[in-house]
């Protein structure tokens, strides 16, 4: 089997990757339609596949409530849990060929039945590969929860790179703000802190599926503990998205509190010029109005006049620093 992974094309109608599991190993699978001994099969599908569709309609495996999750455009996160199936469409980041994160989010639509596990994006997301890189080097799943376990586990690790990657900004940020380097940009603040809250709505949605999951009847027995987990990661996931958020908040705080430091201190600066300068005005007015039996018009009248204007700003500097205007 050649190697594939979320930046590949596909390998057949719709198959980016597949895997069975046996007690003795696992094995890839190449085509959708192969024949399936009694072991479980996984199969990665692309949506934007038209043979996706296709295969999907026409496998008696798969419930019609399960094919409608799988094959639906909407990207809302949501669950479906029936008496041989669990259904559900996830959140997650999309990636590119020479990124990890373009900051879109992707859907993961996944179906789980006792002896066939379907997962399928439209377009390449990280969790996926993850999965595969695991599963490539030599991962086993003997059970569909293991496979719950190691779908869920991989998009909250990859959920973690980016919250990661965000935190160690924020501390950067913060670390130049006390140490008076260099200000941070705020504009880029502000990015973080939209792609922070982005990310806390899309697991805010996870744990609302886990936990209907958790309180479905209809929820196989041996699937309640790995929902049960789940549902505690994603909340300690989302909890460090909370942390991450109200250090960024801080910062900001910071920050402000530091502008309208300067700002104040601009504006004291420029009250007190003003104070000073108001009584040289004053006499500079009175000299130069055009009227009659103007004082001081004779030889050495203008050193007499600047000489009253200056001792009005000492004597308006002295009282003002004897009022405590100057710190």
């Known amino acids: 089997m050649r190697q594939a992974h979320e930046q590949t094309p596909a390998l057949g109608p719709g198959l980016i990757w597949g895997f069975e599991f046996t007690a003795e190993g696992s094995r890839p699978v190449e085509d959708c339609d192969s024949p399936q001994a009694e072991r479980l099969r996984w199969l ?17 495996e798969l419930p019609a409530a399960a094919r409608e999750v799988l094959l639906s455009q909407d990207r809302h996160q949501r669950a479906l849990v029936d008496p041989t199936t669990v259904a559900w469409v996830l959140h997650d980041l999309e990636r590119d060929f020479d990124s ?5 989010i992707g859907a993961l639509h996944m179906a789980l039945t006792p002896n066939l596990i379907v997962s ?66 705020s504009h880029r603040l502000m990015d973080v802190r939209r792609r922070l809250a982005q990310l806390h709505r899309m697991l805010d949605g996870m744990k609302s599926v886990f936990r209907r999951l958790e309180l479905d009847s209809d929820l196989p ?32 705080d910071e920050i402000n509190d530091q502008s309208n430091q300067r700002i104040n201190q601009n ?61």
């Open 120 to 185: 399928a994006r439209h377009h390449p997301i990280g969790s996926a590969d993850i999965v595969y890189r695991r599963l490539s080097a030599g991962g086993m799943v003997i059970t569909p929860p293991r496979a719950v376990d190691l779908m869920a586990s991989a998009l909250l690790e990859n959920f973690g790179r980016v919250i990661a990657r965000l935190s160690s900004e924020v501390q950067g940020a913060e670390d130049a703000l006390v140490e008076d380097r260099q200000a941070p940009n």
């Open 44 to 60: 990665h599908l692309n949506l934007a596949d038209h043979g996706t569709r296709k295969w999907v309609e026409a496998t008696p």
């Open 221 to 252: 027995a041996e699937l309640l503990p790995t929902i049960e987990k789940l549902s505690q990661r994603v909340q300690g996931v989302d909890g460090d998205i909370v942390s991450v958020l109200n250090q960024l908040r801080s910062v900001r």
């Open 267 to 327: 504006l004291y600066l420029l009250s007190v010029m003003t104070a000073l300068m108001l009584p040289t005005t004053l006499i500079t007015g009175i000299f130069g109005m055009n009227t009659g039996d103007l004082p001081l018009t004779g030889h050495g009248g203008t050193i007499v006049a600047t000489a009253i204007a200056a001792g009005c700003a000492l004597a308006t500097f002295v009282f003002l620093r004897g009022r405590g205007f100057f710190r």
């Open 100 to 104: 990890d994160d373009t900051g879109r």
